[in-house]
């Protein structure tokens, strides 16, 4: 799974998983992921089907910002796996999961504008659009525009 991910053109952008990995360079990538609930900086978790436990994805929460009561949400499906609907399960799980977490009031999710599947995921899980953050992030050596979506801990929404 996580060398079919390091295929998608966009996805070693965003993280720590090369491009076009090697069996080793996949391992290590997997490695570093299960130790990061260890380091503090969150939650890394595979995406896997129901019917045969089969690995199809990656989901995240990191929590760079918990001190301040926010998370932020990542997802990643592998590219022959998309299309199914696993995103949008895997960050209903991953929301549900992220309100377990003391502390959390809301988790983030940030989308480039041109992501419409993604933008759909996160509409589809219930996640409400707040705006454009222009120029807001790092991906690929560009600074780039971001859509924020979030997604409000039950009972704190003052809307």
Same mark, same amino acid.
């Given at each position: ?14 993280g720590s998983l090369p491009g076009h990995a090697t ?44 001190? *301040? $009561?926010?998370?932020?949400? %990542?997802?990643?499906? !592998?590219?022959?796996?998309? /299309? ?6 895997? #960050? ?32 589809? *899980? $219930?996640?409400?659009?707040? %705006?454009?953050?222009? !120029?807001?992030?790092?991906? /690929? ?6 859509? #924020? ?11």
């Amino acid at each position: 799974m996580a060398r079919e991910l390091s295929t998608d053109p966009y996805v070693p952008q965003t993280g720590s998983l090369p491009g076009h990995a090697t069996e080793h360079e996949a391992s290590d990538w997997v490695v570093r992921q299960q130790g990061r609930h260890a380091e503090g900086v969150g939650f890394s978790f595979t995406i896997a089907t129901s019917s045969d436990d089969a690995a199809i994805g990656h989901c995240g929460l990191w929590l760079k910002n918990l001190d *301040a $009561g926010r998370a932020t949400a %990542g997802y990643a499906i !592998s590219p022959p796996e998309r /299309g199914h609907g696993y995103a949008t399960e895997a #960050l209903v799980a991953l929301t549900e999961f992220g309100w377990t977490v003391p502390g959390i009031q809301r988790i983030e999710l940030f989308i480039e504008p041109w992501n419409s599947a993604s933008l759909h995921t996160a509409e589809r *899980a $219930g996640y409400r659009r707040e %705006g454009l953050l222009a !120029s807001h992030q790092m991906v /690929g050596g560009q600074r780039r525009d971001m859509i #924020l979506s979030a997604s409000v801990r039950p009972g704190c929404s003052t809307r």
